[in-house]
């Protein structure tokens, strides 16, 4: 004797089927979806746009501030002291443009000047500076080389303050570079040392190079080379 199946036979099969394929559906749809949280990735910026954000700095001319590209992180280090206000750091971000997510600012305690130390104290008509090292040209004249940034609207150069001029400036250059040089005129006593380091030659720097700077106000001290240019 047949018993006649009343419920067709694949019926509750076929729903847990449907179901467990839609619930997979769903869980790959939830994962398919980017994540509102995550964190958006930064932008880069080419060496010519990392030289138009500072570029952008110059043009702005905001006092108390100094920046250089950094080629480790890809951006440049903008550095304002306490006199800049937020005023005049959304001015430099404006003449930036859309390069102005190439900055990185830091502040800075104090105020930056006219103060560079690197060998012994130069003093200009307002401002104190370190002389870098000594050098003679091939037709014999000898000069000093001292920061761009000290040479840069000064003309004679003076051993003391108020002391007698031992030199002319003769060359200068900065921004974008900085190096100045000073052509002597007095009859100081001009040995080819700092410190008692014997200076042989120049060389170009690199960024990772090691070196060791004496200023006349904080002394010798050693370091590492991590920007070029910097202004």
């Not at 080419?46 to 500072?54: D, N, W």
């Not at 200009?124 to 761009?148: H, I, K, M």
């Not at 031992?166 to 040392?193: E, K, L």
């Amino acid at each position: 004797m047949r018993i006649k199946r009343t419920t067709p036979r694949s019926g509750i099969t076929r729903r847990t089927r449907l179901i467990a394929v839609s619930t997979g559906l769903v869980a790959a749809a939830a994962v398919a979806i980017p994540s509102a949280n995550a964190a958006p990735t930064p932008a880069t910026f080419s060496a010519a746009e990392l030289s138009s954000a500072g570029s952008a700095v110059l043009k702005a001319d905001v006092p108390g501030t100094a920046w250089a590209v950094d080629n480790e992180s890809g951006r440049v280090l903008l550095t304002v002291d306490s006199t800049v206000s937020q005023a005049e750091i959304a001015k430099i971000k404006e003449q930036a443009g859309d390069k102005a997510g190439a900055f990185t600012i830091k502040r800075t305690p104090g105020t930056f000047n006219k103060l560079i130390q690197g060998g012994d104290a130069i003093y200009a008509s307002s401002w104190r500076c370190s002389l870098g090292f000594n050098v003679r040209a091939s037709n014999g004249a000898e000069y000093f080389l001292t920061a761009g940034h000290c040479t840069d609207g000064a003309g004679a150069w003076r051993a003391s303050s108020g002391g007698t001029v031992i030199g002319q400036t003769a060359g200068s250059s900065f921004p974008g570079n900085d190096y100045g040089i000073v052509q002597y005129t007095g009859s100081v006593s001009r040995p080819g040392t700092a410190n008692g380091v014997d200076i042989t030659r120049a060389a170009t720097p690199s960024v990772g190079t090691t070196v060791i700077r004496d200023g006349s106000t904080t002394g010798t001290h050693s370091g590492r080379v991590t920007a070029l240019n910097a202004t």
